[in-house]
Structure formats: structure tokens, C-alpha cells
């Protein structure tokens, strides 16, 4: 009996691995048809196999020699893509490859045209089966595909107007003026509270939240209203911390969907009510069920209440959806249905302020690391909002009025060294580390011409093409759009001729990115010409060049008169927002955002590294004098260095898990203004 097991399970495995091998064989024939660079591993990049083994097996491999894992470790690791920055093409000698894999093909990629086309054509789709981790409460624009995507994406566009951005500017204002009543020196408590106010701006512009953001960033915890276990802040960060888990796991287990038998003993179902035994999973269940809760009763009041669409009063995004959601008299069948106005009520909630909440934390720090580049802001906030400070310190705050409206200074702001910050994080601290396509379904898809698929090793070497190839995608493509190769690619953004060179050798890891201190360069943002081969041209030379998209406001544009020359990244090279008809319908509201609250908090404030301890006490004070002050703050430097380079992780986006000790202080009474690496 014992051998007869034995022959059926080797028989079993056997034909797996045949079946594994005619796979990849396939798989290669189809790549080389491509005209592409391809690179074969035995693992796919997205197998539940891999993903499950990751966590044992990544500890070791990351100890073998770089010389033995560069060329395929990087692309077997999805959320580590941040941290190798263009280190794969690099190795690999091409800017588009394909990761062959008995599992199916990738294409990757970091060349401009290309991605730029990926983006823009309507000839490629999402990966819906990728995507739909979103769809946790309904479908979602983000985690659907084709008719459905774009009904939601219209449905909401009408939103996002300039009244809407102009409000958008009042409420950032306002919160970041209440923001100062709780920001504390220390980094614990940066990004949480950095999170409640991107919340609060959200909520109010979107959903018509009146709530006091002060009572919530005041009290360490808040209480839940009657009938809910938790705030609504604690629910959806809880969500967003446990969101692997709840995708994963079935709802019955999590307690979020009740079992079969509770639909006939109706009495079992608080029993039954998240039954897994684990603390974890309990998490994940009571803040999926409370987030859910707190938006279904949103939706009903909304019901309710909901405005005419004719009664001249400008809908919020809330109404827009749940307007959606009913029939009306000439469509009896509603355009949403009632899942489909919770998800998409949730990924506007998580999309709308998580990513600000994590740009606005890595901007504090760049900042912090560098005072000397945190002065040249603050003097183009003091010029644009007609504020002259010469002493902070001893201006009360309430006699400084200045003029803060959406309309002056907003176009101005961006156009200086508070826009060229803010692109400058969301370069290096990219919101997607890769934007997901896929080709269509039937029949292959041809590629344009575009003359630039060479590679490069084959260029270095002096040989030409007598013949452009024209490159064929087979359907069916998982094609990944790698933003942070292309926001760090050397070609078009080179490192800043002033860099440190002290800073250099701590900067890289073994076959890591540079160090985002290094490439921190924003007044590249700002000159007319120089940093790159492709990108660095003045604006008034590529005006006439037909580069720009609608609604494409996530680069700088011509206009300002105080400094004509201005940086526009030629498509492809900058995408934090992605690109295109289908890229991200808020990104005019994120740029808003981030642009009057950095303002209006370094028009009053300036913030510093901790150095030598995180409290100043007698023994850092003794340190800093035994050491001499300069040392003392490059060591704090550098330590900030490693954490932003090292200490940054990819989930459901990309935060910093490490602590950076900083403090704010009133302009005028900063420690360690005059220091530069």
C-alpha cells in the first residue's frame, strides 16, 4: 500500500514538473517573439506559493552574495521594487524586458514612450484580477476594468472642479493652522497625526463632515459614537493596517459576513461573530465591520437628505455617488449598485488621504535633513504670501495676516521652491512603485515604432540597427510600469552635482537605489536646463511639442514671471499620478493639498533634527559640545539617511517604519539653520 502511495505521489509530481516545463517553454517561445530582452526565472513574481514562502525564505537570500542574486532577486519581489530603484534594467542592460516564468509573463518597463503609450492608449486594460484586492466592501474605478471603470470615472469627474479645489485650499489652510496646536518634537506621533488631518480634509470636502479636527488630534483616544466599537479614524486606518488580512482570509472567519446557519438561528450569529481564535484576524474583522457600519449609515442619511440635481447647489462627491445609487424617473435601474456606492465611497476615502499623509511625512524629513533648502521655501512663502518676517521670534502670530487665497497663491507656490519640494518628494517617494496594465484579450497588440527599445549594451557596443523592429505583445500581457526606475533613471534625472560625496558610500546598499538624500535635488525643478538627457529643457522650447494631456497638472507649467525657465518632465519620466485619460482623477487635489498645508506650516514653523538623542538632556547637550556641532548633526543626518533609505516599506503604499527624530521650532529659533552636508 505504502508503494503504491509512493508511485501515485512521484507520478503527480512528475507530470507537474512536465507540465511546468512545457509551460515554460511556451512562455519563452512567446517572449522571443516579442523582440524584447526576456530573463527567465523558475517562480512568478505574483504565485500564492512564492508569496507564502517569502517571509521564511527572503531572510536567507538577502544573505547570499550580491554577485549571486542581483540579476533575478529584484524581480521576484514585488513590495522591495521602491528599494532597487533602476538597480533591474541596470543589470539586465534594457529599459523594457520580460520575466519569463512557468507561471506566465511580465513585461517591465521604465522607458518613457513606452510607458507614456501604456498609459495613454486605450488599447491596454487593468488587471482586474490584480487589482480587485480593493474591492474588499464593492467594486471599486480602481479595482475594475473596461465599461465599469469608466461609468465610475464619469460619474465622479464632474467633482473635481476648481470651486472644489478653491475649497479644497480653505479647509488645508485652516487644518494645518490647527495642526500646530498638537504637533509635537518627536516622531512617533508625526504620521499618525499627519493622517488625521488628510482625513479631516477629505472628509469635510468630499463627504460633508463637520467634525472638529482639533478634539481629534487633542484627545489620544477618541470615543466611538453609541452603536460603534471604534472612532471612524480608528476604523479605516485600522482597515488600511490590516488589509492583507482581510483580502486573504474569508469574511465568515473575520467575523464580516455571517454564516449560512445564522440565516435560520438568527441567536448564533453574535456567537459566530468572528470566530478565527487569532488577536490579528479579531482586529481585522472589528474594523472592517465598523468602517462598513460607518459607511452604510452615511449613505442611508445621505439618502435621505440627498439634494436635486437641478436645485443649483454644488454636490458633494457623496451626493454624486449616492445619487448613483437611486433610480430615477427616467432610469429606473440605478447607475451604481448599492455595493458599488460603498466601494467606491471607500477607495476615495483610502486614496484621498493616505497618500498625502505619506508624502507630507517624507517632505518633513528631506526638509529636516536639509535647513539650508527649508530657508530658500520659506523665503519664496514669505515673497509669494507678502510676508516679510526678518525675526519670527518676535512677531506675535496673530499681526501676521496674509493674503492666502487659492487663486494667488496657489499658481505661484508651485511655481517656486514649494512646488519644486513637492514634486521633488514625489519623485523620490514615488505614491505606486509600479503601475499594473495588460494587454487585451483576442489578438496581439503591435507597439509603435518608437525607435528607443534598443539595448543598451548592444548601443555601448557601437552597433546599429539597419532596421527598426516592430514589437509584438501577445493578449493577455501582465505588463508592470515600474515608476521608481523611471523617477530615478539616470538619463533623465541625474544626481545633483552638489551632493556630498561623504554622504555617497552610506547612500547605496548592495545593489540598492542612492540614498533620497543624495538624489534630493528640487531646485532642478526650477532650472531651465542641464540635469538630463531628455528632460531638461526650457519650457518656453517645448511649448509648441504636443507632451501635455487633460487634466495633466501633476508637472510644472510655463507661466510664472519671476522665473520663466521651468522643468516639464517629458511623459513617462514623472508619474506619480500615473498618465493619461485613466490616471488618477484626484491628483489636482492632492497637489492643492499638499501645497497650502506645506505652506502654511513653514510660514510659522521650521523643522529640525534631534541630534545626539532624541531629549535634550545634560549628557546630549555634553555630547554635542564634545564632539563639536557640525559632527554631532552630520551623525544625525546620516542616521536619518539609513532610515530613509532602508527603512521604508511598500504595502498598501509607501510608508517609513523607522523612527526619524525631529522637532519643530518658531522661525527665528532654529538650532541648526546654517548646516549643510
Not at 533591474?88 to 542592460?93: L, R
Not at 464619469?154 to 495642526?179: C, G, H, M, N, Y
Not at 488618477?584 to 534631534?610: D, N, Q
Request: charged content about 20%; proline content about 8%.
Amino acid at each position: 500500500m505504502l508503494k503504491l502511495v509512493v508511485s501515485v505521489v512521484t507520478l503527480y509530481l512528475v507530470f507537474k514538473l512536465y507540465l511546468q516545463v512545457v509551460s515554460l517553454r511556451k512562455n519563452i517561445a512567446e517572449a522571443k517573439s516579442t523582440g524584447f530582452t526576456y530573463v527567465v526565472l523558475y517562480v512568478h513574481l505574483l504565485s500564492l506559493p512564492w508569496a507564502l514562502l517569502q517571509p521564511l525564505l527572503l531572510p536567507l537570500l538577502v544573505r547570499l552574495p550580491d554577485s549571486l542574486t542581483a540579476t533575478w532577486l529584484p524581480l521576484l519581489l514585488f513590495t522591495k521594487g521602491w528599494h532597487y530603484g533602476y538597480q533591474p534594467f541596470e543589470k539586465v542592460g534594457s529599459d523594457t524586458f520580460i520575466v519569463v516564468s512557468p507561471g506566465g509573463n511580465i513585461l517591465h518597463t521604465c522607458d518613457p514612450e513606452l510607458s507614456a503609450y501604456f498609459l495613454r492608449s486605450n488599447t491596454f486594460g487593468k488587471p482586474a484580477e490584480l487589482l480587485n484586492l480593493l474591492n474588499i466592501f464593492g467594486p471599486t474605478m480602481t479595482g475594475t476594468d473596461g465599461h465599469e471603470t469608466r461609468l465610475y470615472r464619469k460619474i465622479a469627474a464632474p467633482f473635481f472642479t476648481e470651486q472644489t479645489l478653491e475649497e479644497v485650499w480653505t479647509r488645508s489652510v485652516s487644518d494645518a493652522d490647527t495642526l500646530f496646536q498638537v504637533l509635537q518634537p518627536g516622531d512617533d506621533e508625526l504620521r499618525p497625526v499627519l493622517a488625521k488631518m488628510t482625513l479631516h480634509i477629505l472628509n469635510a470636502v468630499c463627504f460633508e463632515d463637520k467634525s472638529d479636527l482639533s478634539k481629534e488630534l487633542q484627545q489620544s483616544q477618541v470615543q466611538p459614537p453609541p452603536d460603534h466599537e471604534l472612532s471612524y479614524s480608528q476604523a479605516i486606518h485600522g482597515v488600511l493596517d490590516t488589509f492583507k488580512t482581510i483580502f486573504l482570509l474569508p469574511k465568515v472567519i473575520l467575523g464580516t459576513e455571517q454564516y449560512p446557519v445564522t440565516k435560520f438561528f438568527p441567536f448564533c450569529a453574535k456567537s459566530l461573530e468572528g470566530i478565527s481564535p487569532f488577536e490579528s484576524h479579531k482586529k481585522a474583522g472589528q474594523a472592517y465591520r465598523e468602517l462598513r457600519k460607518y459607511m452604510v449609515e452615511l449613505k442611508n442619511r445621505k439618502e435621505a437628505t440627498i439634494q436635486d440635481a437641478n436645485s443649483g447647489v454644488k454636490p458633494s462627491l457623496l451626493d454624486i455617488l449616492v445619487q448613483a445609487g437611486k433610480p430615477t424617473k427616467t432610469n429606473p435601474t440605478p447607475l451604481f449598485s448599492p455595493e458599488a456606492v460603498i466601494g467606491n465611497m471607500f477607495i476615495f476615502m483610502f486614496a484621498g488621504h493616505e497618500a498625502n499623509a505619506n508624502t507630507f511625512t517624507f517632505l518633513i524629513y528631506l526638509l529636516a535633513c536639509n535647513p539650508h533648502i527649508q530657508t530658500l521655501l520659506q523665503q519664496d512663502i514669505d515673497r509669494i504670501t507678502s510676508k516679510d518676517i526678518k525675526d519670527a521670534s518676535t512677531i506675535p502670530t496673530t499681526t501676521i495676516k496674509p493674503s492666502w487665497s487659492y487663486e494667488k497663491c496657489y499658481p505661484e507656490l508651485m511655481d517656486s521652491y514649494v512646488g519644486a519640494v513637492i514634486y521633488e518628494t514625489l519623485r523620490l517617494f514615488t505614491v505606486l512603485p509600479f503601475l499594473p496594465k495588460r494587454t487585451l484579450p483576442g489578438s496581439p497588440t503591435p507597439l509603435p515604432d518608437f525607435g528607443r527599445f534598443e539595448d543598451r549594451k548592444q548601443k555601448e557596443a557601437g552597433q546599429q540597427q539597419q532596421q527598426r523592429t516592430l514589437h509584438i505583445l501577445p493578449p493577455n500581457l501582465l505588463i508592470l510600469i515600474n515608476t521608481t526606475a523611471a523617477h530615478l533613471h539616470p538619463r533623465h534625472w541625474a544626481l545633483s552635482s552638489v551632493a556630498s560625496p561623504s554622504l555617497q558610500p552610506s547612500g547605496h546598499g548592495p545593489g540598492l537605489r542612492p540614498s533620497p538624500l543624495v538624489a534630493f535635488d528640487p531646485a532642478r525643478w526650477l532650472r531651465g536646463g542641464g540635469d538630463g538627457e531628455e528632460t531638461q529643457e526650457k519650457v518656453e522650447d517645448i511649448n509648441s511639442q504636443d507632451w501635455s494631456t487633460p487634466d495633466d497638472s501633476s508637472a510644472p507649467t510655463a507661466g510664472s514671471p519671476t522665473a520663466p525657465h521651468r522643468l516639464r518632465p517629458k511623459p513617462g519620466t514623472f508619474i506619480p499620478f500615473s498618465d493619461g485619460a485613466r490616471g488618477c482623477l484626484g491628483r489636482k487635489f492632492a497637489l492643492v493639498e499638499m501645497c497650502a498645508v506645506v505652506s502654511r506650516i513653514f510660514s510659522e514653523w521650521s523643522v529640525e533634527l534631534v541630534v545626539a538623542a532624541e531629549k535634550e538632556d545634560d549628557e546630549s547637550e555634553e555630547m554635542v559640545r564634545r564632539e563639536g556641532e557640525r559632527v554631532a548633526w552630520k551623525d544625525a543626518r546620516r542616521r536619518a539617511e539609513k532610515a530613509l533609505l532602508n527603512d521604508v516599506e511598500f504595502d498598501m503604499s509607501l510608508r517609513l517604519r523607522g523612527k526619524i527624530p525631529i522637532r519643530f521650532v518658531s522661525r527665528g529659533c532654529e538650532r541648526w539653520s546654517n548646516m549643510q552636508a
